[in-house]
Antibody
Framework: EVQLVESGGVVVQPGGSLRLSCAAS????????MHWVRQAPGKGLEWVSL????????YYADSVKGRFTISRDNSKNSLYLQMNSLRAEDTALYYC???????????????WGQGTLVTVSS | QSVLTQPPSVSGAPGQRVTISCTGS?????????VHWYQQLPGTAPKLLIY???NRPSGVPDRFSGSKSGTSASLAISGLQAEDEADYYC???????????FGTGTKVTVL
């Protein structure tokens, strides 16, 4: 059974930093691209970032480019999101999602974690 | 602001058929990128419902079907059931944004 468990969400002040983690199990982690997707309270879904199976390629939404860094440790079956220069508009539930395709333009998200809540507020 | 537009809400009686549209443009759906659909039950994470325009993952009832034409896609739910009350999102890729995009979301209500 595929399981994705996120952690690290807390309340942080504007301009602060935070690192989210996602522990994966139930599939061959290093065979798949991984993603972060977020959902602001009461709002829709927004794709945040993608990392290729080997960590060699990373992509970001314009809204987080230059502030967030995605990474993975295949030896630990773990995905990370380093979030810097946080803004109020980054407040959201952050989901870790497994790529269902090849991490290309036809990619979709076939398994999701339960999410971890990040609140940016003074 | 999302580049994929969905109706905010649709509703139907139990047993009826409802459809949800997802309207894009020439830089996403119209460019040939696949459309995928997700169901989000209240208070839970999204769940993949349809991938590659019309394919159902294992375990998804055949009451759910997807199609794509031109710059739009549709999700149909036939034989509507109370358990289908949820938010539904379409998703694709946008070449102008160089990233994945979601629809605005549609709340399905079973009357």
């Amino acid at each position: 059974e595929v399981q994705l468990v996120e952690s690290g969400g807390v309340v942080v002040q504007p301009g602060g930093s935070l690192r989210l983690s996602c522990a994966a199990s139930g599939f061959t982690f290093d065979d798949y691209a991984m993603h972060w997707v977020r959902q602001a309270p009461g709002k829709g879904l927004e794709w945040v970032s993608l990392i290729s199976w080997d960590g060699g390629s990373t992509y970001y939404a314009d809204s987080v480019k230059g502030r967030f860094t995605i990474s993975r440790d295949n030896s630990k079956n773990s995905l990370y999101l380093q979030m810097n220069s946080l803004r109020a508009e980054d407040t959201a539930l952050y989901y870790c999602a497994k790529g269902g395709g090849y991490g290309d333009s036809q990619e979709y998200f076939d398994y999701w974690g339960q999410g971890t809540l990040v609140t940016v507020s003074s | 602001q999302s580049v994929l537009t969905q109706p905010p809400s649709v509703s139907g009686a139990p047993g009826q058929r409802v459809t949800i549209s997802c309207t894009g443009s020439s830089s996403n759906i119209g460019a040939g990128y696949d459309v995928h659909w997700y169901q989000q039950l209240p208070g839970t994470a999204p769940k993949l419902l349809i991938y590659g325009n019309s394919n159902r993952p294992s375990g998804v009832p055949d009451r759910f079907s997807g199609s794509k034409s031109g710059t739009s896609a549709s999700l149909a739910i036939s034989g509507l059931q109370a358990e289908d009350e949820a938010d539904y999102y379409c998703q694709s890729y946008d070449s102008s944004l160089s990233g994945y995009v979601f629809g605005t979301g549609t709340k399905v209500t079973v009357l």
